[in-house]
């Protein structure tokens, strides 16, 4: 079964400071791995999809990395802002279809 | 669609009543997921749907749980006989199921909050 683990389960930290957000998983026979960002009552919505063949994934000020050997990915927020305070949210598929999410690193982006 | 929407957003029912949860995918996607976000308890898999069909329901947490897919669209995911600890919100997520049985990009509606009293 696969086991996903976020930390730091909160971060808080002044604007224009680098985000960096680890996640561990078990099971290091993935195709992919996802990042999503959580609003308070809201859905999810997917940051960034990184393959199994690749080892990292940029879009504008995020980037994750990943590393199957070691079971860990991390992802990158540059040059933070108060837009970015959300919870984000790790996912490796557990099976052939099924994700396993961790419980996710709430991010506070003070002015 | 612009994107996956379901109906209800909230829903406050009486402990013993059944409940339906509706979810539109994003038109064409094939592949159509429900999650279950309890406090506590992280976002755990229910159900997976490819087309019509769901190969696995094993994460569904009890008998009282059933979902359906018509039409490889619209999904329900009814809940009978309603417990408090099935107060939860619940997720649905759709994807362009291309990639086969490998899971791809999931986008997901904002959910449906379910509250038993």
């Known amino acids: 079964k696969q086991e996903v683990t976020q930390i730091p389960a909160a971060l808080s930290v002044p604007e224009g400071e680098n985000l960096v957000l680890n996640c561990s998983f078990t099971?290091?026979?993935?195709?992919?791995l996802q990042w999503f960002r959580q609003d308070p009552g809201k859905g999810l919505t997917s940051l960034l999809l990184?393959?199994?063949?690749?080892r990292e994934q940029t879009s504008g000020r995020l980037n994750a990395s990943l590393d199957k050997s070691s079971g860990r990915s991390t992802l990158y927020i540059a040059a933070s802002q108060p837009g970015d305070s959300a919870t984000y949210l790790c996912?490796?598929?557990?099976?052939?279809?099924?994700?396993?999410f961790g419980a996710g690193t709430t991010v506070t982006v003070r002015a | 669609g612009a994107g996956v929407s379901q109906s209800p957003s909230n829903k406050v029912t009486e402990k013993g009543k059944d409940v339906e949860l509706r979810c539109d995918p994003i038109s064409g996607h094939t592949a159509l997921y429900w999650y279950r976000q309890s406090l506590g308890q992280g976002l755990e898999f229910l159900i997976y749907f490819q087309g019509n069909s769901a190969p696995d329901k094993s994460g569904l947490p009890s008998d009282r749980f059933s979902a359906e897919r018509t039409g490889g669209s619209v999904s329900t995911l009814t809940i009978q006989r309603t417990q408090q600890e099935d107060s939860a919100v619940y997720l649905c997520a759709s994807s362009s199921g291309l990639a086969g049985p490998r899971p791809d990009t999931q986008y997901f509606g904002p959910g449906t909050r379910l509250t038993v009293l």
């Open positions: 990184i393959q199994s063949s690749q």
């Open positions: 099971d290091s026979a993935i195709y992919n």
């Open positions: 996912a490796a598929p557990g099976g052939d279809y099924k994700l396993s």
